[in-house]
């Protein structure tokens, strides 16, 4: 069955360290968003991007980027990594106009 | 951009009485509202959407309506069970693809 997954599922670091999470599907998704969930905030959008070489910045994007070097993969970079940025990482994907879908999530902890 | 508000944060029901979960949009070219379910600890999952062409639907014990006019949106729980206790999340789009989500609302099912 096609699929959305993420890795790792939990990641503790420290602040200061480059840190990449993973997100892979495989339904063919043109469109791959990356959001940050914390309590009383519910999912807010860091980058997304709508094809191979397209990516746009989010409503809290500063300190994160994206690639997109291919259609099944959108890994999320924290370039120097901030204790503001400990959260829940999700990943979703979704087709034309169809609802998104979403990863299982990476909890992210920096110390 | 689109700012989605949710109301209330948390709702405490008694099994078998309904649920009515409220959400307003800021964009009026907002066409598409999804409403995710997320239990603790897993993803999001997508429970019902509606699109702007239409008032109301229902699909089983769950029915959204819209209110363009008035920018609003609602999730109406009936018959509730206790694995309706969940987070519930509003978004909307103003072009199927990119969401803007409310803040969430815990509701917990008592027995």
């Known amino acids: 069955d096609a699929e959305i997954t993420q890795s790792p599922r939990h990641k503790i670091t420290e602040t200061g360290r480059q840190v990449t999470l993973a997100c892979h599907q495989t339904?063919?998704?043109?469109?791959m968003f990356w959001y940050r969930q914390d309590l009383g905030h519910g999912l807010r959008l860091i980058h997304y991007s709508y094809g191979v070489h397209d990516t746009n910045k989010g409503e809290v994007s500063d300190g994160y980027s994206v690639s997109r070097s291919n259609t099944e993969d959108l890994p999320l970079t924290l370039e120097s990594a901030a204790s503001s940025q400990t959260s829940v990482y999700f990943c979703?994907?979704?087709?034309?106009?169809?609802?998104?879908?979403f990863g299982d999530g990476t909890r992210l902890s920096i110390l | 951009g689109e700012n989605v508000e949710q109301h209330p944060s948390t709702l405490s029901v008694q099994e078998g009485d309904s649920a009515v979960i409220k959400c307003t949009y800021s964009d009026s070219a907002s066409n598409y509202f999804p409403w995710y379910k997320q239990e603790l600890g897993k993803r999001p999952q997508l429970i019902i959407d509606i699109r702007s062409n239409v008032g109301e639907k229902k699909d089983q014990r769950i029915a959204v309506t819209l209110n363009k006019t008035a920018k609003h949106f609602s999730l109406h729980i009936t018959e509730t069970q206790p694995e309706d206790s969940a987070v519930y999340f509003c978004?909307?789009?103003?072009?199927?693809?990119?969401?803007?989500f409310g803040a969430g609302t815990t509701v917990t099912v008592r027995a």
């Open positions: 978004a909307a789009s103003s072009n199927d693809y990119k969401l803007s």
């Open positions: 339904w063919n998704h043109n469109n």
């Open positions: 979703a994907s979704s087709g034309g106009s169809q609802p998104q879908h």
